[in-house]
T-cell receptor, first 114, second 112 residues
């Protein structure tokens, strides 16, 4: 079973920041938070991951709460091409047998509107 | 560019007729995965190879098999496809490190 809870869907206006929440209250100390997105009819795309510090790359920012029980993915200036299903996944980083496998939950369908 | 390539993009097979889907990678990743994604559902892990070691998920039906003849290639064999096996099949690769998985574009399988 997926270890995360995400809203089923969200809307965002084009050009505004999209903030996608994720709850992972049972996260273990050695588990990382990974975010992927899947644009319709394409394979999932890696976005970002983190352990406990906030992370930023060219695609997004990841904010993890101090207790690590929740996180937020931020797309700073959403475009129509960011419309996708966003998956928040917790896993042991590196190859850790079944603990390290990427297990997808239901994700959040983000719709960016003009 | 280094990538994960799945062929074909679309595959139609007859009910009960064996079918093979292929995946190749130029990333030299030692782990390769196969996922099944049915319409409006999340991808579901079927199995993976760590180098030559095969690891099956507990709930993967026996109808699904896999082969990995070398580092670059991995195949998904469906011995007797049923209508319920119609789905997008996704191949992914990873290293042993912190990097995320790299996915192919998928093969959409139709069973008629």
């Amino acid at each position: 079973d997926a270890k995360t809870t995400q809203p089923t869907s969200m809307d965002c206006a084009e050009g505004r920041a999209a903030n996608l929440p994720c709850n992972h209250s049972t996260i273990s100390g050695n588990e990382y938070v990974y975010w992927y997105r899947q644009i319709h009819s394409q394979g999932p795309q890696y976005i970002i991951h983190g352990l406990k510090n906030n992370e930023t790359n060219e695609m997004a920012s990841l904010i993890i709460t101090e207790d690590r029980k929740s996180s937020t993915l931020i797309l700073p200036h959403a475009t129509l091409r960011d419309t996708a299903v966003y998956y928040c996944i917790v896993r042991v980083a590196g190859y850790g047998g079944s603990q390290g496998n990427l297990i997808f939950g239901k994700g959040t369908k983000l719709s960016v509107k003009p | 560019d280094a990538m994960v390539i799945q062929n074909p993009r679309y595959q139609v097979t007859q009910f009960g007729k064996p079918v093979t889907l292929s995946c190749s990678q130029t990333l030299n990743h030692n782990v390769m995965y196969w996922y099944q994604q049915k319409s409006s559902q999340a991808p579901k892990l079927l199995f993976h190879y760590y180098d030559k070691d095969f690891n099956n998920e507990a709930d993967t039906p026996d109808n699904f098999q896999s082969r990995r003849p070398n580092t670059s290639f991995c195949f998904l064999d469906i011995r007797s496809p049923g209508l319920g096996d119609a789905a997008m099949y996704l191949c992914a690769t990873s290293t042993q490190g912190l990097d995320g998985y790299t996915f192919g574009s998928g093969t959409r399988l139709t069973v008629v």
